[in-house]
């Protein structure tokens, strides 16, 4: 498991813990019908943002052309002899 990989895990297990703590408590702070709406508007902008987001690498043409898959062959000229 590479660096980079332990620490994105680690740190969804966290966000994940935080998620349902916050939950948790905000239910017995705001009630049950109070949270369902913040909880679908929160839904609704990560859906928003996930459509919404850009690619990282934007593709840059290719000044070359690309090589044919497949050799091509030319017809030859029989001698008459």
Known sequence: ?????FRNTVLGIGAAAAALAL????????GRNTLFPIAAAVGGAG???YVLQKPNQPQVPNS???APTAPIKTQRRRNKS
């Open 1 to 5: 498991m590479t660096k980079s990989r």
């Open 64 to 66: 070359e052309p690309e």
């Open 47 to 49: 859906a928003i943002s």
């Open 23 to 30: 939950g948790y408590f905000g239910v017995q702070q705001l």
